[in-house]
């Protein structure tokens, strides 16, 4: 049986991206392990600590960079996250300084939110009615 065990996100600096994920996001550094220049380095979600992996890794690909470029220009968030309360999670994430480019926005069976990672990235997080 297939299960995700780890997925990533493209970031433009590690340590800064680390920072965000933790400080603002709220998830937990699992792995740092030097890797060449960059690093083998993880986040999880602090409620399931043994979950899915949140790989940081490094864009320096050639075409990670345009990718994330095209994505952020088009308005797509690269990944999404779940919450509990899109609306209550927006006013805590922005009291820490994060800036949103969709506001908590009702689309039914779903609230929605988009927010800038500060690492080149658009997320969005989301809340099932």
């Known amino acids: ?29 699992k792995t740092d392990v030097p890797a060449g220049a960059a690093r083998w380095l993880t986040v999880v979600s602090a409620a399931d600590p043994d979950g899915v992996e949140l790989l940081l890794e490094p864009d320096g690909h050639p075409a990670a960079r345009p990718f994330k470029e095209a994505l952020v ?30 506001e908590a926005t009702d689309l039914g069976p779903v609230v929605t939110a988009v927010l800038d990672d500060t690492c080149g990235n658009l997320i969005q997080i989301a809340a099932m009615k």
Do not use: W
Request: hydrophobic share 45%.
């Open 1 to 29: 049986m297939l299960r995700i065990n780890i997925t990533s996100v493209y970031v433009d600096d590690q340590a800064k991206a680390l920072a965000f994920y933790t400080e603002k996001l709220g998830f937990v550094k």
């Open 73 to 102: 220009d088009d308005g797509i968030p690269f990944t999404q996250f779940a919450v509990e309360d899109v609306h209550a999670e927006v006013e805590r994430l922005k009291g820490l300084g994060v800036r949103f480019v969709q």
